[in-house]
């Protein structure tokens, strides 16, 4: 019995993970014949589980929404505020939760009836939440992330247009990855069919734009570290100036005053860390590096050194000018 449970779990797993499997590549995964296949989706399905079956060499098993909540797992108010607090974690881009949120809400809203959905949508769309600090800077709609979400894991290309940072409009055909959430923003990384590369993309310009399809092969990923890769991305690749300056502070402390957005940062022994980040130019990045209120020395480029004597001595001129007898500032400062 304790086999048969486990296996059943396994199982539901395995439909959970993908929209549609065959007989066979199920009794493969579980390492049982196809006749015990179709004995555990029936015992599947006696549990309240929707599990639909498609006949044929090209059909398969395919995890469904049902009639009735599966009695495994909540009843209908408990799945109500978990698909409600999903959403809400998802929609705020709180990090180290969204992504996993998104994950789970796929996973719910796949066996979600009908009415639970309407109910669902109510509450979200008749609720406004207040967040410390104000809005999301760039709000996203949980139903475009949920969709994307379900085409990343059954790797299926997806459409879309996408607004760019100037305002212009494109259409894209991409293969989607993954999703990738940093402070209140989410990107999108996938493989660019037409201009044949990996792109980011930021989920808030993105607009699906059904049908989408066919399915394809998953790729090699840009990089081991997603996160990392767009980081660098959005602070650092798409600026036509990039430097690399050591902080005079531990990593722990750098990575609380400068966000994935602004830079990376990598350990350089105990008590310093480097930064390297990008600007439109070279008098940007001066104002960039200052702002995060920490000493430091430039790496490269070696010309950044000159741009930073350019910008202290006009502050010097500037403070100069302020001590002048019968300045402005000396005035106001005397109560003039």
């Not at 967040?131 to 992330?145: E, F, T």
């Not at 894209?172 to 980011?200: F, G, I, K, M, N």
């Not at 066919?214 to 650092?236: I, N």
Request: hydrophobic share 40%.
């Amino acid at each position: 019995m304790l086999e048969t449970s486990a296996r059943l779990l396994r199982l539901l797993s395995l439909l959970q993970a993908h929209r549609e499997w065959s007989g066979a590549d199920l009794a493969e995964r579980l390492g049982v014949t196809p006749r015990t296949v179709r004995r555990d989706v029936d015992r599947l399905r006696e549990l309240g589980y929707p599990v639909n079956a498609s006949p044929g060499t090209g059909g398969g098993y395919q995890l469904g929404a049902g009639a009735e909540l599966p009695p495994l797992l909540l009843d209908d108010d408990e799945a109500v505020a978990v698909a409600v607090g999903l959403r809400t974690a998802a929609g705020q881009g709180i990090e180290g939760i969204g992504e996993t949120s998104v994950r789970a809400l796929a996973k719910l809203e796949q066996v979600l009836p009908n009415r639970l959905r309407r109910r669902v949508g109510a509450l979200n769309a008749f609720t406004v939440p207040m967040l410390r600090g104000g809005p999301p800077s760039s709000p996203v709609d949980p139903a475009v992330l949920t969709e994307l979400a379900h085409l990343c894991r059954d790797a299926e290309r997806l459409r879309f247009e996408y607004l760019s940072h100037d305002g212009t409009a494109s259409r894209r055909t991409v293969e989607p990855h993954r999703l990738v959430c940093t402070e209140r923003r989410w990107y999108l990384v996938a493989w660019d069919v037409d201009r044949e590369d990996w792109r980011t993309f930021r989920v808030d310009r993105v607009t699906p734009t059904p049908p989408h399809g066919p399915r394809f092969t998953p790729r090699e990923p840009p990089a081991e570290d997603l996160a990392v890769y767009v980081s660098q991305g959005v602070s650092t690749r798409v600026y036509a100036v990039h430097s690399a300056v050591r902080l005079l502070v531990p990593l722990h402390e750098a990575a609380e005053r400068i966000s994935p957005s602004a830079g990376t940062l990598e350990a350089d022994g105990e008590d310093a860390c480097i930064l390297r980040s990008g600007a439109p130019n070279l008098e940007v990045m001066v104002i960039h590096i200052m702002m995060t209120g920490v000493p430091f020395e430039v790496l490269e480029p070696a010309e950044l050194n000159e741009v930073i004597r350019t910008v202290r001595d006009r502050l010097d001129a500037a403070l100069a000018r302020a001590a002048e007898p019968g300045s402005r500032t000396e005035d106001a400062a005397g109560g003039g």
